[in-house]
């Protein structure tokens, strides 16, 4: 049975199970909202259902119940390879099973015979300025591939909302089977003078980025599997994930909804800190005039950055209360492939300089580094040292999550997405009795 089959029967499954749930149980309550939740963030506020990942802020990330580590172990790998392939993730994200290497290998099929990219979506991207921002080119560029959304094109044609989550679903594949293609041209239009690489039909979904992009070091085509797997999907309250759902109940189409959460992907206090981490270090190095910081120059350094009212990029999280095992992950994979590598040390000395100096300041809820600490430093190690870029990898891998997320919100029948909002003025009215603030 083919990948789309074995969806039908789980959602049909699912959807019966979350019916008979709500006939029980919808009455029950699930929390309590403060006020101050309502000013900051919403932090803590359970409103979202997303079936592919649950973030435990203790234990970090699992998917559909599995950590990273065991997810290292169990999912399929490429010939002779050892990192997981974001392939088997996404089979696990929206089936909830682990695959099989068949399942893998027949995913992997699927995203190559559907990888071919409009000549116009590079038109598109070719038209604006080459110091346009890389994750501008890539909203762009999901934009100009919304002429080919499936959906798009049967709800015109006033298509049964039976059938949304069939032409998301394919939407979905094409979307995630191009998306390289995408990121790997505006890289090489960038930075390698558009010297453009066609892809390898033999080559694995993450395996093929890395070749487009011009890298093809096979423990750099290992260090993208890991990185596409490890950065898919971290529940669905973070902001890309959050923005995708978002744009999506409205039945914007898979395009619309990925383009929406890849803007927010490209906010600083989320993806791009994966970029200001790697410019950040850059700076510290020249202004100390030394690529081997010491752990009393970082300290000062961090200080310096809180002084100017800054924030210290890849520490902190909304969720997260400990180290993030996607860090860990990467930080085993850089023990493995380039212990001496002196920017990866300098990342470990900042680990341990860094999370007392938060802790010191009292206010800061997560001292411990997250995801984006540790990823650009092995890329510089292998030369794409092209930082501005590094968040449309992240985005490239995000999409499976929301994505995959995606299908399940059309496959459940999810209604519009549209939460209450006060001003403060009720507010003020409401604390004094003399209005309510419930609709
Ligand atoms: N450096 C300096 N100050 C920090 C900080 C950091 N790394 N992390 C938190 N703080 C500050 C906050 O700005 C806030 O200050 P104010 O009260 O003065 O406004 C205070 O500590 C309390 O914040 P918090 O409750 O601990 O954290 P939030 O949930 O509000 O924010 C963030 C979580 C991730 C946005 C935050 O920790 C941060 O800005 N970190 C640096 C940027 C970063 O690494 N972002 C990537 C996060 C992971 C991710 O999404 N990856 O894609």
Not at 216 to 223: A, G, I, N, P, W
Not at 243 to 272: I, R
Not at 298 to 324: C, F
């Amino acid at each position: 049975m083919g990948i789309k089959d074995r969806f039908k029967l789980k959602a049909d499954e699912a959807n019966l199970e979350i019916k008979a749930l709500l006939k029980e149980y919808g009455n029950k309550k699930i929390g309590e909202v403060t006020l101050a939740q309502v000013y900051q963030g919403m932090r803590g506020i359970t409103g979202l259902v997303s079936e592919t990942s649950l973030l435990d802020p203790q234990e970090g990330i699992r998917f559909r119940g599995y950590s990273i580590p065991e997810l290292q172990e169990k999912l399929p790998k490429a010939p002779g390879g050892t990192e997981p392939l974001p392939e088997g993730l996404f089979y696990l994200m929206l089936i909830g099973e682990l695959p099989s290497t068949e399942d893998v290998e027949n995913i992997t099929g699927i995203w190559q015979r559907r990888s071919h990219v409009p000549t116009h979506v590079f038109a598109t991207i070719d038209a604006l300025p080459l110091d346009t921002h890389p994750m501008t080119m890539f909203v762009i560029g999901i934009m100009a591939l919304q002429t080919e959304s499936i959906f798009a094109k049967e709800y015109a044609k006033g298509m049964n909302k039976k059938d949304y989550w069939s032409a998301t679903f394919d939407d979905a594949m094409n979307l995630i089977a191009r998306l390289p293609r995408i990121a790997a041209y505006i890289y090489r239009r960038k930075y390698k003078q558009n010297q453009h690489i066609q892809p390898d039909g033999l080559l694995d979904w993450a395996g093929n980025l890395a070749h487009m992009m011009g890298y093809d070091d096979e423990s750099f085509r290992e260090l993208m599997r890991l990185y596409m797997t490890i950065h898919a999907d971290h529940e669905g309250g973070n902001v890309s994930a959050h923005t995708t759902h978002l744009v999506g109940s409205a039945l914007a189409d898979a395009y619309q909804s990925l383009a929406a959460g890849m803007n927010g992907l490209a906010g600083p206090l989320h993806g791009l800190a994966n970029q200001e981490v790697i410019k950040w270090i850059f700076e510290m190095r020249e202004k100390l005039g030394s690529d081997t910081p010491s752990k009393e120059q970082i300290e000062e350094y961090v200080q310096d950055t809180l002084k100017a009212g800054k924030v210290v990029p890849g520490y902190g999280h909304a969720v997260l209360r400990k180290t993030d095992p996607r860090f860990t992950a990467q930080m085993e994979f850089g023990k493995k492939h380039m212990p001496d590598d002196p920017l990866v040390q300098t990342v470990w000395n900042i680990y341990e300089a860094v999370p007392p100096v938060l802790k010191s300041l009292g206010k800061i809820k997560n001292p411990w580094p997250n995801v984006d600490a540790h990823s650009g430093a092995l890329l510089v190690h292998y030369g794409l040292v092209e930082y501005e870029f590094y968040t449309v990898l992240f985005g490239v891998s995000r999409a499976l999550g929301v994505l995959a997320s995606l299908i399940w919100d059309r496959a459940l029948g999810f209604a519009i997405e549209r939460p209450k909002s006060v001003t403060t003025e009720l507010v003020k009215q409401w604390v004094q009795g003399k209005a309510e603030v419930s609709d």
